[in-house]
Nanobody
Framework: VQLQASGGGLVQAGGSLRLSCAVS????????MGWFRQAPGKEREFVVA????????YYADSVKGRFTISRDVAKNTVYLQMNSLKPEDTAVYYC?????????????????????WGQGTLVTVSS
């Protein structure tokens, strides 16, 4: 499966951005998905995950209440709406899919659980 992330850019603190992750390739099935981010000099960290149906989500404490993940199954696209952005949100954001998980509504924050990754999109929040 191929993942294409887009929507990053430069925004002032307090502003908003919406990231998209388009899934192509084996689109006859739906994957549980996640967003991760990596700031310069830091390890990649979990941001949010969404279940296969979209009915279950799980957020990192650092973004809870500010970010919202959603998915459009018909369009094979996952979105990340980011509001009230802070300079510490500056990072490259990656979407990921878990092709090993086929059924159910479980989500995971484990980076190693994800099998396929997009190329990343840069989000820069200025103070």
């Amino acid at each position: 499966v191929q993942l294409q992330a887009s929507g990053g850019g430069l925004v002032q603190a307090g502003g908003s951005l919406r990231l998209s992750c388009a899934v192509s390739g084996r689109t006859t099935r739906t994957y549980r998905m996640g967003w991760f981010r990596q700031a310069p000099g830091k390890e990649r960290e979990f941001v949010v995950a969404i279940s296969i149906s979209g009915g279950v989500t799980y957020y990192a404490d650092s973004v809870k209440g500010r970010f919202t993940i959603s998915r459009d199954v018909a369009k094979n696209t996952v979105y990340l709406q980011m509001n009230s952005l802070k300079p510490e949100d500056t990072a490259v954001y990656y979407c990921a899919a878990d092709a090993h998980y086929w059924y159910g509504e479980a989500v995971t924050a484990g980076l190693r659980e994800y099998t396929d990754w997009g190329q990343g999109t840069l989000v820069t929040v200025s103070s």
